[in-house]
């Protein structure tokens, strides 16, 4: 199949020449979070916010709390307690992210200085049959 005598297209695809929306389950606004304590490099388990809807599964991004802007680490959730908010991840963390337990705004004219945890999982899957061993 050819579009536009431009794009190639086998019989293992989803072709959007106009517009195409996908919605999965909605996930409550826990979408982000801040550390609640301090996640050292080569720790495995770090805290967040508790009450979150957070499962094993769920890819999450630790993002920057140094001048270095490519400090992050990206991990899975092997489990989160959702009393506690402890989060153990599928590997250690590469890098240093600052937390603590309340915000440091009073300290820094209302700026939050906690790392920021956000979750990237987004649970729209496509899934195709299996034919002639191409998956889906």
Same mark, same amino acid.
């Given at each position: ?10 019989n293992k ?12 389950k909605k ?8 550390? /609640? ?6 720790? +495995? ?5 508790? @009450?979150?809807?957070?499962?094993? $599964? *769920? ?24 009393? /506690? ?6 590997? +250690? ?5 600052? @937390?603590?337990?309340?915000?440091? $705004? *009073? ?10 945890v956000v ?18």
């Amino acid at each position: 199949m050819v579009y536009d005598n431009a794009i190639e297209a086998g019989n293992k695809l989803i072709a959007v020449v106009g517009r195409m929306q996908a919605y999965g389950k909605k996930r409550d606004d826990s979408i982000m979070s801040r550390l /609640t304590q301090v996640a050292n490099k080569g720790d +495995t388990g770090f805290f967040v916010e508790p @009450g979150l809807d957070w499962v094993a $599964g *769920d890819r999450l991004g630790l993002l920057p709390t140094s001048y270095q802007w490519d400090t992050f680490d990206e991990v899975f959730i092997e489990s989160y307690d959702s009393e /506690t908010g402890e989060v153990v991840a599928d590997r +250690t963390l590469d890098y240093y992210h600052f @937390g603590r337990e309340t915000s440091t $705004g *009073d300290l820094y004219s209302g700026l939050d200085m906690r790392g920021e945890v956000v979750l990237l999982t987004r649970n729209v899957k496509i899934i195709g049959e299996d034919i002639e061993s191409w998956g889906g």
